[in-house]
């Protein structure tokens, strides 16, 4: 009886982290189709998107935070073309090149979803799962906004449109006023939000007990 319970574990593990999954799916989609994922301001917008894809990244590591991440950045493109809501910059965008749009849009967030399966992983031989999850939080919204603000530098830097934004300043200074308020308010929410429910998903055994 012992030995079939264990034999059973992993696969009731695996099901859960599916179900995690398919939950924070759930969720992106959710914020991303109603005014909870995005709070706009100005071109820019601070999106708590980053917040299941971080989750995400924890529970399933890197392939499942690429997954999580590439539903994000679809939802995100979609605001180009008024599917979800409406982006300033991403109509503006996609006016200009569609094709370049999607990319500036999408692969942004598959990257960070996958590199923040790596971090918790990182993080996790060296501390508990509460610091772990906070950091990998924390760097969810950080390499988010750094790579979307420089896919749209490399992208569309040479349009009118960016130089405009850029007004003759220092690249990294453009960068750092541009996302300003909405940067910092995505680091703090996101970090505070993912180290309490990755926590909670630990207490429940749905995260490994063991340091990888």
């Known amino acids: 009886m012992t030995a079939a319970k264990h034999a059973s574990a ?34 820019l917008a601070i999106t708590f998107n980053t917040i299941p894809v971080a989750i995400s990244a924890i529970v399933l590591g890197p392939a499942g935070g690429a997954f ?32 370049l749009a999607f990319v500036q849009r999408f692969v942004p967030r598959v990257l960070f979803g996958f590199l923040c399966g790596y971090i918790f992983r990182g993080m996790r031989r060296v501390t508990s799962v509460y610091v772990s999850s906070a ?52 680091m703090v929410s996101t970090t505070i939000i993912t180290a309490a429910v990755s926590t909670a998903l630990y207490k429940a055994r749905v995260l490994p007990h063991e340091t990888h």
């Open 68 to 99: 999580a991440g590439a539903v994000f950045g679809l939802t995100s493109f979609g605001q180009c073309i008024g599917i979800g809501g409406s982006s300033a910059m991403g109509v503006i965008l996609f006016g200009i090149n569609p094709f």
């Open 10 to 43: 992993p696969g009731a593990s695996r099901t859960a982290k599916l179900v995690i999954l398919g939950l924070m799916t759930a969720i992106l989609l959710l914020m991303s189709f109603t005014p909870l994922g995005y709070l706009n301001i100005g071109p």
């Open 135 to 186: 950091v990998t939080g924390f760097f969810a919204a950080f390499l988010n906004t750094a790579f979307f603000m420089l896919a749209l530098v490399l992208l569309f830097g040479n349009t009118e449109y960016v130089r405009d934004l850029i007004g003759g300043r220092n690249i990294l200074l453009f960068i750092v006023s541009f996302v300003g308020v909405n940067a910092a308010a995505e």
